[in-house]
């Protein structure tokens, strides 16, 4: 069976937007190797993520989309499960997402985290590291946080990043990448 000359063009149209598109995702972890710019955000707790309280130390950076969720609650369970191994490799986990501190500290409360959570309510740290994407939600377009991990290491560079995370066995992960790096 032989195409027609419209049916090649189309066919070539289609990889080549696939081709764009696959490049558009490989070009998000462009990230890697970049030095983490000054940033100040509120978190739980009374106090501000700021890079200098952290500095000699990993820093494990966990983008969410929403307190209160599934997904959510379980990756928070996961990280907070295993903060003493964490600590144990000098490494502090902090989950962050565009909810407000006062959201923070009641899904905190309610869940019974050992992590801090940061507020990025002007999503100024999400549009750093990309996370903002365009999501299907009940057949509706959104603009959400992806769920992604980043690893800072302890002089400010972003080491490693995970991106479009399944909450279920990711903390289990980073930690494994953390004892082994």
Known sequence: MTKTSTEVKSLKS??????????????????????LSKLSLPMTG????????YEGK??????????????????GHEFTKL???????????????RDSVSKHEKFIEKEKYKIDLVSDEKETACNFFNVIKEKNMYGK?????E??????????????????????????EVLNYIKSN
Not at 19 to 29: C, E, H, I, V, Y
Not at 46 to 53: H, M, P, S, T, W
Not at 83 to 97: A, H, Q, Y
Not at 147 to 172: D, L, M, Y
């Open 14 to 35: 289609k990889k080549s937007s696939v081709k764009k598109s696959a490049l558009q995702t490989s070009n998000t972890d462009l990230i890697i190797g970049k030095k």
């Open 46 to 53: 009374g106090k501000v993520f700021d890079l200098k309280q």
């Open 58 to 75: 990993r820093i494990v950076l966990y983008f969410y989309p929403k307190d209160m969720t599934p997904g959510c609650t379980i990756e």
């Open 83 to 97: 903060v003493p191994e964490f600590k144990k490799n000098n490494t502090i986990v902090l989950g962050i997402s």
């Open 141 to 145: 377009k959104v603009m959400g946080i």
């Open 147 to 172: 769920r992604s991990t980043f690893v800072i290491s302890p002089n400010g560079v972003i080491e490693h990043a995970w991106r479009k995370v399944k909450a279920e066995g990711h903390a289990q």
